[in-house]
């Protein structure tokens, strides 16, 4: 017994400085369900929310190509971007039928528009995805899914309350070579033994923002931008003017983000979410840095005792009593290498492979089921983020209930479940819908 101890100290001691050491790992739309996966009666009208660059990659790597779809309305609070992309879409199917929109409610309001796709900044998320459940549309929304603890209880209360397909956009589980896939497979299946921790390499906490004014071209609803977010100046870092192919750095500040730990945190949390097989459930305790550090170091412990680390080389490392496991969206490799070289036998758990992740969504939507990446899968992911950063904010530890979405009594305070919102930006959104057209069927 003591040699077993004394090996699995020398085992962890090594592998720890593998981890530390390793590099980068880097009309109405009928869905008839006698249909194929994959095939459709007519073409879905979708509306695109939010046209900067993740937008428009969204548009032109899936969404245009797709016969399925046909793109009916574009939103965005910028008009030179909104008006560039509306005539982009109307080329492309040689027709005047897309619209653009500034507020996002109109476009909603378009009977032929089945399902939207949100790629707003983090802090509009979850108030756009309320209005659109309450309108009827399925929804597929950019990661984060949220911007803080209570957008995640309410938007999952909303969005279960309808039919809506919903889709967060953590395309990890069904891209990248399915590589997450086979990570998480192995994990889960004990290849590396028992799991013992998981560290997430991913950016730094958020920031206060304290941006100079800068003038402002006209063409922008500054005020919409901001949302239900302070009152603040305008400045270019947060909203670059027009057509651009960079990501904006509003993703750094508390007002807008949390921070690029949950800009990449909801990447690979997610990952490590999905390997503890935790989607449905989440951590009880997040533990601040041991030294301090305001950057780096906090940790999840979820039941059981698996702590998940932010920290560690960029992408998800599975640590186990048996080796350990790395993937990054370009690369899968374990220590030892044999771990990953035997293939997985029969009886063993094995995870769904889609095309794509906006395929899935597609084939959820003609099946008349939910996703990969539901919108309880996208909450608890983004909370894992939020819960982290309230951790490195206060410099203390949390104590957290997720079944009842709450701080635990003495675990954390109830104002921190949300921020002050302007109230012309309420959480629940301005669109009360007495009652909803399920007329999309399945």
Known sequence: MKNSRQNRRQFLSTSGALLMSAPTLASKTVWNRGQKAGSFSKPIGIGIIGMGIRGRNL????????????????????RNRRVHYRDEVRKHYENDVC?????????????????????TP?????????????????????????????????????????????????????????????????VRNGRIGKL????????????ACDLPKEEMEP????????????????????????????????????????????????????????????????????LPAPDGDP???????????????????????FLGTEGLIQVDRDRLSSVPESVLSKPLEEGEERLPR????VEDWLQAMEQGRQPLCDVEVGARTAALCQLLNLSYRYGRKLAWDPEAWQFQPGGGEEAWMDYPRRPQYPLLGERLVESRDSSIKF
């Open 196 to 207: 013992l921790q998981v560290h997430v390499g991913v950016g730094d906490p958020p920031k």
């Open 59 to 78: 548009m032109h790597g899936y969404f245009l190509r797709d016969p399925r779809i046909q793109i009916l309305a574009v939103c965005d609070v910028d």
């Open 122 to 186: 983090d802090h509009w998320h979850a108030t756009q995805c309320i209005d659109a459940a309450r309108a009827g549309k399925h929804i597929y929304c950019e990661k984060p899914l949220t911007h803080t603890l209570l957008e995640g209880k309410r938007l999952m209360e909303e969005v279960k309350r309808t039919d809506c397909v919903f889709q967060t956009g953590s395309q990890q589980r069904n891209e990248y070579g399915h590589r997450f896939v086979k990570a998480v497979e192995y």
């Open 99 to 119: 619209e653009e929109f500034t507020d996002y409610q109109e476009l909603l309001e378009r009977d032929d528009i089945q399902a939207v796709v949100i790629a």
């Open 219 to 286: 063409g922008l609803d500054w005020d919409r931008w901001l949302g239900p977010t302070p009152l603040r100046p305008y400045h270019s870092e947060l909203s670059p003017r027009g057509v651009h192919g960079h990501y904006p750095r509003w993703r750094a500040y508390w007002d807008f983000c949390g921070g690029y730990l949950a800009d990449m945190g909801a990447h690979h949390l997610d990952i490590a979410q999905w390997a503890l097989n935790a989607d449905r459930s989440g951590p009880e305790t997040i």
């Open 295 to 317: 950057k780096r170091g906090a940790r999840l412990v979820f039941p059981g005792g698996v702590e998940v680390v932010h920290g560690g080389p960029h992408g998800t490392t």
């Open 354 to 357: 889609n095309r794509n992740h």
